[in-house]
């Protein structure tokens, strides 16, 4: 089992830049796939960004293409969300989630087994 935990949110304007962290625990994290995810208030759990465990292909939404970053740290069980030119239609909380042993479709929550708690995210305008 992994447990999933989000840190780096917060409050920051448009056009500002935010790391978002997810510490993961476990011995096999280099085997499981990652991906983040966010929700608005009133809206469905929405896919942003994920990277497979095999060969760390990354995957994005239209959205975000070229201005936020998957990464990961396989030696430090950790997985980065890199956010550049934050717009507030960004704002939400956002979700880490991993898979073991991968995803056959990226964007869709029910693909992931486990989930952090959430870190929120506002971007003034």
């Known amino acids: 089992q992994v447990q999933l935990v989000e840190s780096g949110g917060g409050l920051v304007q448009a056009g500002d830049s935010l790391r978002l962290s997810c510490a993961a625990s476990g011995r096999t994290f280099s085997s499981y796939a990652m991906g983040w995810f966010r929700q608005a208030p009133g809206k469905e759990r929405d896919f942003v960004a994920a990277m497979s465990w095999i060969d760390s292909t990354t995957y994005y939404a239209d959205s975000v293409k070229g201005r936020f970053t998957i990464s990961r740290d396989n030696a430090k069980n950790m997985v980065y969300l890199q956010m550049n030119g934050l717009k507030p239609e960004d704002t939400a909380v956002y979700y880490c989630?991993?898979?073991?042993?991968?995803?056959?479709?990226?964007?869709?929550?029910?693909?992931?087994?486990?989930w952090g708690q959430g870190t929120q995210v506002t971007v003034s305008s």
């Open positions: 989630a991993a898979k073991r042993y991968g995803v056959r479709r990226y964007a869709r929550p029910d693909e992931y087994e486990y």
